[in-house]
Each structure stands twice: as C-alpha cells, then as structure tokens.
C-alpha cells in the first residue's frame, strides 16, 4: 500500500453566521486532566461506500469544533506553570491522501507501524486534534483520528465523533456537551482517606530508577497481537470464573476476560512465581461521584484501579481468584476514594513535586498490566452519512502489556482484544489465550 498526501490545511470551528466568542478565554486543566496521558491517542475507521465527499465531513467537522471549542484551542501553562487550555480556535489538523489499491488488498488491517501512516504524526502536533482522511480506489474511506488525552478521556472524545457525524448529516448535535471544569473543587479542610502518592503520583527521582524490570525495548522485540474472544468462548469464560464465587451476581464480561488474559499472558512472560503483577485498569468517575457527574461533561474523569497478586497464586488459584481481586480493586474505586484524590491532588502534589504516573514513554509494563477498555464507548456510532464505520481500532502502539478491549466489528457480542507481547511469548500466549484450562 502506498499512500500519497494530497493536501494539508487547518480547519477552525464554523459558527454559521454568530458572532465568534472570544478567542482569549483560558480554561484551566482538572486534576482529572493533570493525572492522565500527556500524549496524543490515534485510533483508525475504515468505511465502504457509499462516502459523502471530503467536504462534507470537513464542514462538519468545523461545525462540531463550534461545539467542541477545546480541540481547535492549544495547550499552555500560566504564570504558575499549571496547564491551561487557550480557545484561541486556531484549529485542528486536516489531511487528505489517497491509496494506490482497494480497501480490500490492504485487509485485514494488523496491527503494524504500516497504519502509522494512516493518521498524523503523533510527535510534537501542537494541534490538539488531527483527521487524516485516506480515500482508496475502490472508494473506500480509512480516518485517522489522533486527539490530546488532556483535553478529553474515551468517554468525551467518543461523545465528540458522535456530534461530528451527527454535524456531517445535518442532524442536531446531541447530547451537548457540559463545558464546566472547575466542578472538582477540594472540600475545606481537605479529607485525604486513600494512598495517592505511588498510585495516580510518584516521585520524579521514581521515574528513573528501575532497578528490577526491563522498562525499554526496541520495536522489533515487541508484537502487537489481535485476539478474537467469540461470543460463545466469553459466555462460558464468564461462568468458569463465577463458578464457586459465592457471589449472587456473576463476575461481568470485563472482569472475567481481563482475569483470563493477566493469567494468559503472566504465564506467557515465565515470571518469577514470587514476583508481583499488577493490572492498571481505568474507571470512569462519572458514575461514581456523588451527586453524579453527567455523561455529557467533557474532559477526563477517570482514575485507576491496580489489582495486584503473587504470580505464584495468580496461576496456581482458579480464574475465579483473579477475577475477585479485579471486581474488588474496581469497587474500590468509589465516591470516597475520587474526592479523597481531589483534595490530595488540589493541596499535596505541587508542594511534594509528584508527576503522574501515567507514562506512555515506557515500552515495557512487564510484569504488570494496563486495559483500556473501550467497550461500552460508541465509537461505531461515527456515521458521516453512509453508514457506521466497516472497521474501528487502535493505531500501532508497541508498549508490551499495554492492551485495549473493544467490541468486535462483527457486531454479535464478539470482542478483540490488541494485546503487545515480546516477539519470544507470543507462541506461548497464543496457546493459553483461547484455553479455559489453563
């Protein structure tokens, strides 16, 4: 596949005729915004035709910032340092390419360095957010999507897409979008309950000293493997790890896939039966807090839960044992624990000079885990007006034991799952990934 750039341009919010609001508002980051990925994520659609024109999505996609006004703004700090949002609406990146073949001499797509070439570079993009649109002989249209984690989570910036297809049919953009961040405010005097610090803060002198595990490695050692869960293998998943639970309700779907794939991949790894393995899982906060935040609010509302076991006990106990220490880990993950964080957040982090532990610089998390779960967020409801995409996933990221879960295009419960592995564990993996014996 060869790809050829046809034309770059910036797009800015098209506000159809109103007066443009001021371009030198300021809006100060969340502690939720603070704590998370300092990065861009890409993510790749493909749709068969028919496909509106470019142009139609690119004047919706003008629309949708009139709406969405933090994309087309740019990333600063104040005179304190802290991080801030200027709606200067200079825009967004746009990109148009084409392809030398059908969509259909290029699939599947794998995950590889080649869908790099699907979306704008990743690497020092002041823009916010960047669409590259890839047209195919056969009439084929492959988005590259790349957006700042700062400015949104999966939660909002899949909100977003909805609105800019909702925007490209000529429909109302809903649900709109609530704008306020300044909603997190600390309690007075702050109640610090839970251990922040080494969880979502570490020290900067942490950051260098990594003394037991690998933290680094060269592309070529990493492969990014793409598993297939059917329906039928996830039902009986489920019921292996809620049998002899003791618990009225089943352990869900989530729950037991990612218990089966830490168990998968800790023994693919060959690990040290007395080592610690740990599982980095978000948690959207927004149904958490009390009073609930709504699901329109736009930003980053997520915290993470880090179930952890001896790799001796991980493999020797059954699934149900992992899947108990997850669900607990999650539950954890309250109205409590989310204000606690604020308060810590709002009053210690600055004066003990903590940075998130978030780092996506990293190429190797063994012998721990990160999920980034995408399967309840509608990313397959981006419809320019020809249909929901043919093909949604994440682009090329190498980080060994950084997975993403996200609804099979198939469309019948089925879930894929991304999952980078050292090239020497895939043989392994690939034995104990689809087996309820292990």
Same mark, same amino acid.
């Given at each position: 596949?060869?790809?050829?750039?046809?034309?770059?341009?910036?797009?800015?919010?098209?506000?159809?005729?109103?007066?443009?609001?001021?371009?030198?508002?300021?809006?100060?980051?969340?502690?939720?915004?603070?704590?998370?990925?300092?990065?861009?994520?890409?993510?790749?659609?493909?749709?068969?035709?028919? #496909?509106?024109?470019?142009?139609?999505?690119?004047?919706?996609?003008?629309?949708?910032?009139?709406?969405?006004?933090?994309?087309?703004?740019?990333?600063? &700090?104040?005179? !304190?340092?802290?991080?801030?949002?200027?709606?200067?609406?200079?825009?967004?990146?746009?990109?148009?390419?084409?392809?030398?073949?059908?969509?259909?001499?290029?699939?599947?797509?794998?995950?590889?360095?080649?869908?790099?070439?699907?979306?704008?570079?990743? !690497?020092?993009?002041?823009?916010?957010?960047?669409?590259?649109?890839?047209?195919?002989?056969?009439?084929?249209?492959?988005?590259?999507?790349?957006?700042?984690?700062?400015?949104?989570?999966?939660?909002?910036?899949?909100?977003?897409?909805?609105?800019?297809?909702?925007?490209?049919?000529?429909?109302?953009?809903?649900?709109?979008?609530?704008?306020?961040? &300044? #909603?997190?405010?600390?309690?007075?005097?702050?109640?610090?309950?839970?251990?922040?610090?080494?969880?979502?803060?570490?020290?900067?002198?942490?950051?260098?000293?990594?003394?037991?595990?690998?933290?680094?490695?060269?592309?070529?050692?990493?492969?990014?493997?793409?598993?297939?869960?059917?329906?039928?293998?996830?039902?009986?998943?489920?019921? !292996?790890?809620?049998?002899?639970?003791?618990?009225?309700?089943?352990?869900?779907?989530?729950?037991?896939?990612?218990?089966?794939?830490?168990?998968?991949?800790?023994?693919?790894?060959?690990?040290?039966?007395?080592?610690?393995?740990?599982?980095?899982?978000?948690?959207?906060?927004?149904?958490?807090?009390?009073?609930?935040?709504?699901?329109?609010?736009?930003?980053?509302?997520?915290?993470?839960?880090?179930?952890?076991?001896?790799?001796?006990?991980?493999?020797?106990?059954?699934?149900?044992?992992?899947?108990?220490? #997850?669900?607990?880990?999650? &539950?954890?993950?309250?109205?409590?624990?989310?204000?606690?964080?604020?308060?810590?957040?709002?009053?210690?982090?600055?004066?003990?000079?903590?940075?998130?532990? &978030?780092?996506?610089? !990293?190429?190797?998390?063994?012998?721990?885990?990160?999920?980034?779960?995408?399967?309840?967020?509608?990313?397959?409801?981006?419809?320019?007006?020809?249909?929901?995409?043919? #093909?949604?996933?994440?682009?090329?990221?190498?980080?060994?034991?950084?997975?993403?879960?996200?609804?099979?295009?198939?469309?019948?419960?089925?879930?894929?799952?991304?999952?980078?592995?050292?090239?020497?564990?895939?043989?392994?993996?690939?034995?104990?990934?689809?087996?309820?014996?292990?």
């Amino acid at each position: 596949m060869k790809l050829r750039r046809e034309s770059s341009r910036i797009v800015k919010p098209n506000y159809e005729g109103d007066i443009p609001p001021s371009n030198t508002a300021r809006i100060p980051l969340s502690v939720f915004d603070k704590v998370t990925y300092n990065t861009h994520i890409a993510v790749i659609y493909a749709y068969r035709p028919p #496909i509106p024109p470019n142009a139609t999505i690119e004047q919706g996609l003008g629309k949708a910032l009139a709406e969405y006004r933090e994309w087309a703004g740019r990333l600063e &700090a104040d005179d !304190k340092g802290d991080p801030l949002i200027l709606l200067n609406d200079h825009g967004v990146n746009f990109v148009e390419a084409s392809a030398d073949c059908t969509l259909d001499q290029t699939m599947p797509f794998k995950p590889s360095p080649a869908l790099l070439s699907l979306h704008p570079s990743l !690497k020092e993009a002041k823009a916010l957010l960047q669409v590259q649109l890839t047209r195919f002989t056969c009439g084929s249209l492959v988005v590259g999507f790349t957006a700042h984690h700062l400015v949104a989570d999966g939660h909002s910036t899949s909100n977003f897409l909805v609105a800019w297809g909702q925007a490209c049919r000529g429909i109302e953009m809903s649900p709109r979008p609530l704008h306020n961040r &300044a #909603i997190f405010a600390p309690r007075d005097p702050p109640l610090i309950e839970f251990e922040h610090r080494g969880v979502e803060y570490m020290s900067r002198n942490l950051n260098k000293v990594y003394p037991l595990f690998q933290t680094s490695a060269d592309d070529d050692d990493i492969v990014v493997h793409k598993a297939h869960f059917t329906l039928e293998f996830l039902v009986k998943l489920k019921a !292996k790890a809620s049998s002899g639970s003791g618990r009225n309700r089943p352990y869900s779907t989530f729950e037991s896939l990612v218990a089966h794939l830490w168990r998968a991949i800790t023994r693919a790894r060959g690990l040290n039966g007395f080592e610690t393995t740990k599982v980095r899982i978000s948690v959207n906060g927004r149904s958490r807090l009390s009073p609930r935040v709504p699901n329109e609010y736009f930003g980053n509302l997520v915290l993470w839960a880090f179930p952890s076991a001896k790799v001796k006990d991980l493999l020797r106990e059954p699934l149900s044992f992992a899947a108990k220490i #997850i669900h607990e880990a999650v &539950a954890e993950v309250n109205d409590s624990y989310f204000k606690s964080f604020i308060d810590y957040a709002s009053s210690r982090v600055k004066e003990e000079g903590l940075i998130p532990s &978030a780092d996506m610089d !990293k190429s190797v998390l063994c012998p721990n885990l990160e999920v980034d779960s995408w399967l309840r967020f509608p990313f397959y409801d981006l419809d320019f007006g020809g249909g929901s995409p043919y #093909i949604f996933m994440p682009s090329y990221f190498p980080t060994e034991g950084m997975m993403f879960l996200l609804p099979s295009f198939i469309g019948d419960g089925s879930i894929d799952a991304f999952i980078p592995l050292f090239q020497d564990n895939v043989a392994s993996f690939k034995q104990f990934c689809y087996s309820l014996d292990i």
